[in-house]
C-alpha cells in the first residue's frame, strides 16, 4: 500500500506494514543461518501482517483514491501466497524463492501504479512509493533469476536488506504524507 493514498482512517495500518517489514528484515540480517522452515514462517508472518495491512488500507480508502482495490488485490495475492506457506510448511527451496520472487514483484508493480494514480500526493511522496516499488522490482527479480542460483546466505541477506531499505522508506512515505497533508 503506498503512503500516497493515506486517509486519517487507515495511517495506522501504513505505519504497521512499514514496523513489519523492518522487523523482518533485523530479523532475517542478524539470524542468516536460520533453517528454511524458520525463515519461511517469518516470511509467511510478515507477508500475512502485510495483507492484512494492504486490504484494510485498501478498503479504507473506498471513495478517497481512484486505484483502492489494487492494495485490496495485493493483499489478496499475499493472504494467499501466506496461507499456502503455512500450510506446505515442507515446499521446497526453489519454490519458496519463486514465491517470494513473485510477491514481491506484484507489489513493485502495484506501487507503482497506485503511486501514478495518487496525484494528489506530494511529489516527496510520490518519490519515496517510486522508490519502494522500485526497490521491490529490482529485489524480486533478483531473487528469481540470482538467488535460486545461491546457497541460500545471499538470498537470506538480499531478503534481509530489502526488509530494512524498504520498510524504512514506508516510514518514511508515511511521515512526509502526514506532512503534506497538515
Known amino acids: 500500500m503506498s503512503a500516497a493514498s493515506i486517509t486519517k482512517?487507515?495511517?495506522w495500518a501504513l505505519?504497521?506494514?512499514g514496523a513489519a517489514t523492518i522487523?523482518?528484515?533485523v530479523a532475517v540480517v542478524f539470524w542468516p543461518g536460520i533453517t528454511l522452515l524458520v525463515l519461511l514462517y517469518w516470511f509467511s508472518a510478515y507477508v500475512l501482517i502485510s495483507a492484512l495491512v494492504n486490504v484494510s488500507a485498501g478498503v479504507?480508502?473506498?471513495g478517497q483514491a481512484?486505484?483502492?482495490?489494487?492494495?485490496v488485490a495485493l493483499g489478496l495475492f499475499e493472504l494467499g501466497v501466506g496461507v499456502y506457506l503455512l500450510r506446505h510448511v515442507h515446499v521446497k527451496f526453489t519454490t519458496f524463492i519463486i514465491l517470494i520472487g513473485f510477491v514481491l514483484i506484484a507489489r513493485g508493480i502495484i506501487e507503482a501504479i497506485n503511486a501514478y494514480y495518487d496525484a494528489k500526493s506530494a511529489v516527496k511522496v510520490q518519490a519515496l512509493s517510486y522508490l519502494s516499488s522500485l526497490a521491490a522490482l529490482v529485489v524480486g527479480i533478483v531473487i528469481l533469476f540470482v538467488a535460486k542460483q545461491s546457497q541460500g546466505?545471499?538470498?537470506v541477506w538480499i531478503l534481509g536488506l530489502y526488509g530494512i531499505g524498504v520498510g524504512a522508506l514506508q516510514i518514511a512515505s508515511l511521515a512526509e504524507s502526514k506532512r503534506s497533508t497538515n
Not at 66 to 71: I, N, V, Y
Open 9 to 11: 482512517d487507515n495511517w
Open 15 to 17: 505505519v504497521s506494514g
Open 60 to 62: 479504507g480508502s473506498i
Open 153 to 155: 546466505v545471499d538470498f
Open 66 to 71: 481512484d486505484a483502492w482495490f489494487l492494495p
Open 23 to 25: 522487523i523482518f528484515g
